[in-house]
Each structure stands twice: as C-alpha cells, then as structure tokens.
C-alpha cells in the first residue's frame, strides 16, 4: 500500500500523548474490580498491545481472544477500553479477532466503510471522557465494499446513498493518480475519517493525551498495517 494526498498532512493529523501516565501493558489481563481505579494504557502501549494481537492473530490458528468466565466476570460491572477502534461493519474485520482482544479491551465503532457521523463521534468522546481510551484507531481493509461502491457510482438507493457520498470525496481524490484506484481510495478514506475525528470529535482536556491512528487491514494475510 503506498500513497496518499493526505500523507503530507500525516504528522499533522497526530494527536500525540505528550503526558504519559502510569502505563500498564496487563492491563486487559489484570482487570481491575468494579470501582477501583484503572490504571491508563498510553497511546504507544496501545499500539504494541493491538500490533501484538494481530501477530497472534495471524500466526496462530486459534485465537486467544475468546471470552472468559473469568474475562466476563472481571468487566460486567466496569469497563476499561484501551483502545478505540472506529471500522468497516465488513463481515471479515472484527477488530477484536483480528486484534486478539477479549471483551472489555476494545470500543468499537463499525459502520461500512468506516465512517463516523455524529453518533460516532459522541462513542468516541464517550469512550475518551469517560472509559479512559488514549488511543483511536481508524481501520479500513482491503477491498471493502463500501469504497468499491463509491468507486462505481455517485450514488445508490436509500441509505447506501449516504455511505457512497461519504466516501465519494476520498474517491475524486485520488482519481487519477498512479496505482489501484480502490486500494488508493481506501486509504484516502481511512486519512479522511481519521481527520474528521481529529477536527470534530470534542475531547476536551484529553485532547493532548490522546492519539489517532491509522491502519489497513488485508484481507489475505490477516494483518494488519499501520499507516503512516
Ligand atoms: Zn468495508
């Protein structure tokens, strides 16, 4: 995957922690009881944890994320995201399979081509104010159908409508320039979104503390890639 207009912007569009907090890289292992205090999981631990998941993910042929008694018993009463993931509703891209995470690990956000209106970006304040994520991760994937409509046509009936217009702008683009226009238009989206959330989403206090990333999920392999 190369190219994008929006690379040059890429910088810009890091929302980077600069106060690091007592980061604990068990976190999600060690869920702490209802009414105590979690503990914050910084951006970069963030990062690693999900790079991490997605190793397992596509190396082993049984995942470790399946939920727990024990898992569930530890998040029913509270919940400690560390990260949110805003994704494609695509069938193939669960962010907690494809992460190996476990329930209470990730709030996730998934509309087809990952998209984020207004209750999205309320989830994604929501999980920042209260539920303590630092980390926004905006994942679209490999041949998404969503993108390859909005790639066909300028629109479509009832409410598929709006996902196409949604998408159309990261569509016209790219349009033209070198490589596979739906793959260059995935990644434009995946920019685009992510500098949506960035401009939009209210985060208030928490502005300086959390970081929004961007990655690509390929279908074929499983992994997941980080995008600059
Ligand atoms: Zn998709």
Not at 13 to 37: C, E, W
Not at 83 to 103: H, K, M, W, Y
Not at 161 to 169: A, N
Request: net charge positive; aromatic share 4%.
């Amino acid at each position: 995957m190369k190219y994008t207009p929006y690379l040059a912007n890429a910088a810009a569009l890091l929302i980077v922690s600069a106060g690091i907090v007592h980061a604990d890289d068990k976190h999600s292992a060690t869920a702490p009881a209802a009414h105590a205090a979690a503990p914050v999981v910084t951006p970069e631990a963030a990062v690693a944890k999900l790079t991490e998941g997605n190793a397992r993910y596509v190396s082993k042929s049984v995942s470790n994320g399946k939920p727990t008694a024990k898992a569930r018993a530890a998040t029913a009463q509270s919940q400690h995201p560390f990260a949110i993931v805003v994704g494609c509703a695509d069938s193939r891209t669960s962010p907690e399979l494809v992460f190996d995470q476990n329930i209470g690990d990730l709030f996730v956000i998934r509309t087809a081509g990952n998209l984020v209106d207004d209750y999205a970006l309320g989830s994604i304040e929501y999980a920042v104010a209260h539920l303590g994520a630092k980390l926004i991760v905006v994942l679209g994937h490999e041949r998404c159908g969503a993108v390859k409509a909005a790639v066909a046509s300028g629109s479509a009936p009832g409410h598929v409508g709006s996902i196409v217009s949604g998408i159309r702008p990261a569509v016209k683009a790219v349009q033209g320039t070198a490589g596979d226009l739906l793959e260059n238009a995935v990644n434009e989206n995946i920019y685009r979104v992510a500098d949506k959330i960035s401009r939009k989403a209210a985060l208030g206090d928490e502005k300086s503390s959390v970081r929004i990333v961007r990655a690509v999920f390929d279908l074929d392999s499983g992994k997941v890639q980080w995008l600059k």
